[in-house]
């Protein structure tokens, strides 16, 4: 099946300590991105990549690194100096097209610290 | 001033009535426009989208959009349980593929 695979499910992370996010996709679609999404808010982009070894800042890039060193894989890197206690993290990639362009979504990581 | 706003909600509906759900942005040159369902603790799937002035219409569901008016809406025909959820909207702002969205309206369909 052709899809977006994150993990984990669900992480917990001490203060101080940096973890990193899995995004692996198989739709060989170019562009890729990180979304936060805070209790009951909406999606704001952290960073995104258009082509492999190229990315760029979001919204709410502070805190947060990435690598795009393959196609298919784009990890997200939560450092200490990130301070948001829990929020969910959806990597999606970008289907284009005149008709069909799709933002497509991962099934998100719960990030919370303990 | 936000660049995509929704009212949040929650918005009750009864079971078989018509959801509307209504969305303004701030991009007059956006070009492409999404409506997203979120179910609780999962990630947005995509329901609609939408490219030019008027209305585009998918099972039970209508997208309408108002570039004049910097304006797009849902319409849930026939609401059902199941269709509780939030709703986000989604602006693709002058191209460049980046998704501006919105904070969602909660949608509650009361039997």
């Known amino acids: 099946d052709g899809g977006i695979t994150q993990s984990p499910k669900y992480l917990f992370r001490k203060e101080g300590q940096n973890v990193t996010l899995s995004c692996e996709q198989n739709?060989?679609?170019?562009?890729m991105y990180w979304y936060r999404q805070d209790p009951g808010q909406g999606l704001r982009l952290i960073y995104y990549s258009q082509i492999v070894n190229d990315f760029q800042k979001g919204d709410i890039a502070e805190g947060y690194s990435v690598s795009r060193e393959k196609k298919e894989s784009f990890p997200l890197t939560v450092t200490s100096a990130q301070k948001t206690p829990t929020a969910f993290y959806l990597c999606?990639?970008?289907?284009?097209?005149?008709?069909?362009?799709?933002?497509?979504f991962g099934s998100g990581t719960q990030l919370s610290v303990l | 001033q936000k660049e995509v706003e929704q009212n949040s909600g929650p918005l009750s509906v009864p079971e078989g009535a018509i959801a509307s759900l209504n969305c303004t942005y701030s991009?007059?040159?956006?070009?492409?426009f999404f409506w997203y369902r979120q179910y609780s603790g999962k990630s947005p799937e995509l329901i609609m989208s939408i490219y030019s002035n008027g209305d585009k219409e998918d099972g039970r569901f209508t997208a309408q959009l108002n570039k004049a008016s910097q304006y797009v809406s849902l319409l849930i025909r026939d609401s059902q349980p199941s269709d509780s959820a939030t709703y986000l909207c989604a602006v693709n702002p002058g191209g460049g593929n980046k998704l501006t969205f919105g904070t969602g309206t909660q949608l509650k369909v009361e039997l």
């Open positions: 991009d007059r040159g956006s070009q492409s």
């Open positions: 739709l060989n679609h170019d562009a």
């Open positions: 999606a990639c970008f289907s284009t097209g005149t008709v069909n362009e799709k933002l497509f």
